[in-house]
């Protein structure tokens, strides 16, 4: 069983997460299409129809994480997601093509795009168990003052956590790339 305050911290910060997600691609979308279309799994004439469903996906997704009365839905619903967005990930690291940006990054915002790399597949998986376990059965017991300042503190630190694990990330594609040789024509 998830405790409510738990619960309530996964929803919200989920929430959040994935209309920021959302809103992200809308705001660049032509990037965004261009990234989908440079993943090379799917053919490129549905690209257009899935670069204009995923952010649908993610604000209803991201919007039943803060208003359903039951989390267990969007809560599966966003570990497949997270899944599906892991799988093009790890195809493309496989194929050892590292050089494309995730489209997961908030570019602008950040000053860069993340380039694929196995962290990315990693963070990913941690947000996928999370999910998961958002999707057990909430206990009852009564929620306190205290437990809202926790809350606030709570989703703090997960902005913190996840903003530093994706500079982490970022840093960790930029040294292997300094330290990829370098071609000699001599």
Known sequence: MLDPLLATTLSIGFGLLLLMAAVHKLSEFSRFRAVLTEYRVMPAFI????????PAVEIGLGL???FAANTAGPALATAALLALYSAGIAVNLLRGRVHISCGCGFGKSTGAEDALSWGLVMR???LLSAALAAALPIAQRTVGI???FTLVAALLALVLMFTAANQLIRNGAAIRSWRRPVARDD
């Open 64 to 66: 039943g994480w803060l």
């Open 124 to 126: 990913n998986a941690v």
């Open 146 to 148: 205290l437990d809202y």
């Open 47 to 54: 690209v257009p129809v899935v670069a204009a469903v995923l």
